[in-house]
């Protein structure tokens, strides 16, 4: 028995809307990492729901991520559907900027004169964007073409004649406000060029993209931010860096510190069978060790010494080894939530991966995946309640899938001892 939820009546009005309804599976998979019974499971199951809406069988498929195969077309034409896929990607889904989005689509369809866009109407972004991309394509006289009972008919779309359609920067995110802290602190390190490890790509990149949003978006002193680039990043250097950050002198219960590594992570098995991980430094060992790398036993070590309420991790490594806890966090539906989270303590870590997998080190813009995604999410795109502020669980939450989908890592997110259910805020 099919049961649809009151959500039904959107996809209806759709419909009479004029619009097509299409196979996109139920919970959004990649479908070709799952047994051909489940497979199965996420089509018809869709398949099933889509008929009870539209009175009728569903003739098209878009295989999430575009991730598709031999045997998932098989078992698609096998229900009697086509494979819909799509040749410009407007990359809405990481681009909170609309006017960059509309940019990006019309070059690309300068270039290809053809064919099918995609855009995801599940963000902000892309609703502000999509009015200004039909208006120029109507000025430009292209053709649109609207598909009906497997038929392509042409579609006509009037000029408006005005600007009411211009796309608007208006809903980025504004500056974390002044008030949640006195003062703001950073280091960021980067390592590309190791000593005794393999040479590292982007990670130079990566860290001047942080320093960078840091200051111009969230209000950072570039005196207040400390960074360590390739033969600066010694196992010395950052234990120093972190040690005057214990200064109560300088560093106050009001402050919050953020602390970003780019680099090599390793995990090591101690004689009681636990895991325990490192962040390589440039002069490591090439076997992690307490000597020469520094392990999240010490960091753990320095989040009790150093006194502003919230520090945040966010290393862009891969190893195991992480005590996390949950800190009884609390829902952003609680009144005066954001009162009440930027004064409890937060000590939290987001890492891009676990001990048995490797940093894609080849992601857009220069970057390595989980940074690109992290910046991204900087941006607004991780404002899930749309509050106006990102917290660090919020950036955990969005980055994990992303960085799962386009890589074959699975990014960590936790509190560390000490945190009592605050949150890091930008």
Known sequence: TVKLANTADISKKVLESGHLLANHTYSHPVLTKLSSDKREQEVSKTNSLLEQIAGKKTAFF?????????????????????????????????????????????KEISETQKGILLMHDIHKQS????????????????TFLF??????????????????????????????????????????????????????????????????????KFNFKKSNIIKLLNTEATKERIVKTLDDLTNTNKISKEDRVFFFFAGHGATRKLPSGKDIGYIIPVDADIEASQAKSISMTQLQEFCELIPAKHLYFVIDSCYSGLALTRAGALSPNTQNYLEQVTKRPARQILTAGGADQQVADNGPEGH???????????????????????????LGAYISPVVSSLSKQTPAFGNLVGSEGGEFIF
């Open 62 to 106: 878009r295989p999430p991520y575009g991730a598709k195969n031999a045997d998932l077309i098989k078992e698609i034409e096998s229900q009697g559907m086509q494979t819909l896929m799509w040749n410009i990607d407007s990359v809405d889904w990481g681009d909170p900027i609309p006017e960059s989005i509309v940019q990006r689509v019309l």
């Open 127 to 142: 609703v502000a964007a999509l009015p200004t991309i039909l208006e120029e394509l109507v000025k430009q006289d292209y």
């Open 147 to 216: 598909l009906k009972d497997g038929k392509l008919s042409p579609y006509t779309l009037a000029r408006t004649g005005t600007n009411d359609t211009k796309a608007s920067t208006e809903n980025t995110l504004d500056n974390a406000k002044s008030s949640f802290y006195r003062q703001n602190w950073a280091v960021v390190i980067g390592i590309n060029d190791y000593k005794n490890w393999p040479k590292l790509r982007h990670c130079i990149s990566d860290a001047n993209g942080v320093e960078e949003i840091l200051i111009n």
């Open 368 to 394: 390595s995946i989980f940074t690109w995604a992290f910046l991204q999410g900087l941006q607004g795109i991780a404002d899930i309640d749309g509050n106006g502020v990102i917290t660090a669980s919020e």
